[in-house]
């Protein structure tokens, strides 16, 4: 694969992360398939971790996101290890993929010392390529003597394929007067329309909180973070979001209702680290030069001011007029008529960010092209529509469609 | 707009069409927004002519669509004549929008005798901008001095936006020993994945068939011709296939029911027209080099097979991928797997044509990469999934993205 240049709207440096109590990092470089670069992941976690995942929809589901599921059933929702290779999905690979699975949760199982069934498994990489495991249970046993609470970084270096930065995002809150830090990493640039996560993404705390009630608070933020988030529309067979809590801020009870007042500082933090992951994901997505957010009013439901926005979002000719710098606003009215949803054609209205371009049905007599050539120059546009049939509301993050995108997905495996 | 060269999947030369008696056609280059080439059509049909359509199921339809609804409704699938303009899409442009297709309509009765009524209308090209029916309404009586039955070249080349080649599609067949001709015309590039109908298609015959019984024929063939075909996923606001029959054919009555006997021959001969004129605009879909067709075998039902399969055609990752000869077949799993319709995956088979890539859930143990490798080098591909669940099937057909497809998009307006 032709090397790919950092995406233009990387961050301009990896973040300040914050080491999470009771969750350590190691990771190392296996040459599976990339030379020379980390591509293996190890994530020990304290005893009684709790753990929350939510998964692909995608019915053909990767070996690694079949595992996590029973895992999580016969575990109770508790974790002791989380182990990651990038460049091989293990997906589509049959009776050797479970095989292949289980063979890497006994040997992670083996050097951390719980039960397999406490080892969450995450993969990334080609589909229908047998997932060779020696070179894994080979470096299971080195990577575990150098752990260490500060290698985020690494960490977020070990699970990237096509993306050209490293993501991460970490924040601070306190529950019940303690100290809790939320730590995420994520990877994701292609195959990207999440439904229900993404291609991949951690996040961990020391918060003392049971299983369930983080299962809650994930699936909560996911919607309007990872589930809000389109690269190309096409989603992964291997998406995969987990939250960890190792309950070391060890306030008095462990919190199990998700409504639990104490946790309303927590909430709106943990939702911030999974928004600023999944953006950063959209602004990796391949070839993106522009950050594209669509946001729609005025619809039936929240449901299907999202479907629309995904109709925007996903278009083929609204990204690519995006790419080109070109205020094209008929491509917008085109996506959402054919999204199939609501809409009153004669009460529309489209601005570009703070620019009326269109409005009852037509274009407005005070809009000016190039008003809305020059905002097409920006990094980052804003793209807001009211279709004039409710009060719903729904915002979704996309990419524009460029030649890079087209480089790099016509010669992916070669 | 840059000079877009022709597709590398044209027909060697415009096909041999045969006239239609009872249909004149006449063009002009007005110059409304393309210099130097012909943008408006003038269809004249004789006395009695029955007429079908079927039209974008996009909720933003253009004015002229939503005339020929009202027109049909008005005179009872009867029409003497259709007005076409290239370059301006006469989409979401209000009331003014309106007012021009009156106008059109209005100017076109006048030069063939007839009632606004029995005229129909399409637009293609730009949505938003306001449409001047001036040159229109100049050019009309200019046109209709120089109509003639042999100019189906004409109208093929009239109709063209983006379209790299003009499209016609021609046939003979007998009903009750009368020599039947169907001839039609097409255009589309971009913006298409059509949902009812595409952008734009004009079929005549001059057989003696009822309007009723010409519209049955006409939405079941649809639905295995311009409805089974995408190039980028977007339905445009303007989608129009509109079927003529001028009854010159004099049969002894004219045929109302579409199941009768005698018009076997003549709905396979229609069909394969209609076909025909689908696939040439795939063959000319924005930057195509190759002609993909995907059939989805073993699926629940013939819509399930139909929705699996246009999740592959419209896969940006698939697409790509055939766009650089890379036998990504995984890619494949994903978009069966993104779909949401019932699919067994230890069962699911893939095929490049002939050549077994994957059964029972993996890769097959005789599929060498250099095989698959290989067969991407052609320009037609066929995927083939057998998907395990059922006895149903179904074709799309689509073409692959390159980075011809961006050049297009991202300077379409300038």
């Known amino acids: 694969m032709a090397d790919i ?5 990387a961050p301009e440096a990896f973040p300040v992360v914050n080491n999470i109590p009771g969750v350590e990092f190691g990771a190392m470089a296996t040459g599976m398939r990339y030379k020379g670069r980390l591509d293996l992941l ?3 976690l304290c005893q009684g971790t709790q753990v929350a995942g939510v998964f692909t929809q995608n019915s053909m589901p990767a070996a690694p996101v079949e595992w996590c599921r ?3 059933k016969n575990s109770g929702g508790t974790g002791r290890g989380l182990v990651v290779n990038a460049g091989n999905a293990n997906a589509f690979t049959g009776k050797a993929g479970v095989a292949a699975v289980q063979s890497t949760a006994n040997a992670a199982a083996e050097v951390l010392g719980c039960s397999p069934d406490e ?12 997932l060779d495991v020696t070179p894994i249970k080979k470096a299971l046993p080195k990577i575990v003597d150098g752990l260490s609470a ?3 970084r690494d960490a977020a270096e070990a699970i990237r394929t096509t993306d050209t930065y490293a993501k991460a995002a970490s924040t601070l809150c306190e529950i019940d007067g303690k100290a809790i830090t939320i730590t995420g990493v994520a990877k994701g640039s292609g195959m990207i329309e999440p439904n229900m996560a993404t291609m991949l993404g951690f996040v961990f705390t020391n918060a003392n909180i049971s299983s369930a009630c983080l299962q809650a608070i994930l699936a909560e933020t996911n919607a309007a973070s990872f589930n809000s988030i389109t690269v190309d529309s096409d989603t992964s067979t291997n998406d ?20 639990d007042p104490r946790l309303q500082g927590f909430k709106a933090k943990f939702a911030a680290v999974m928004e600023d992951l999944a953006k950063q994901i959209v602004c990796d997505g391949e070839g993106a030069t522009k950050l594209i957010s669509v946001t729609v009013k005025g619809a039936e439901s929240t449901e299907s001011a999202r479907i629309i926005a995904k109709s925007i979002a996903n278009s083929p000719l609204v990204k690519t007029a995006i790419a080109g710098e070109d205020p094209n606003w008929g491509r917008l009215v085109m996506a959402v008529g054919k999204s199939g949803e609501k809409a009153n054609q004669s009460a529309l209205s489209i601005w570009f960010g703070d620019i009326l371009v269109a409005t009852d049905g037509q274009v407005s007599s005070k809009y000016q092209e190039e008003d809305g050539a020059a905002y097409m120059k920006r990094s980052h546009i804003d793209l807001i529509l009211n ?3 409710g009060d719903a509301c729904s915002t979704v993050w996309t990419c524009d469609l460029t030649h890079q995108y087209i480089s790099i997905n016509a010669d992916y495996r070669s």
């Open 119 to 130: 080892i969450l498994l995450a993969s990334t990489g080609v589909i229908g390529v047998p």
């Open 240 to 259: 995969t979001v987990l939250a960890f809590a190792t309950g070391e801020a060890a306030n008095e009870n462990c919190i199990t209702d998700p409504a």
């Open 5 to 9: 240049p950092v995406s233009p709207l």
């Open 150 to 152: 500060s290698l985020v």
């Open 70 to 72: 029973q895992a999580l």
């Open 387 to 389: 279709v004039g049939v």
């Open 42 to 44: 190890l994530v020990r």
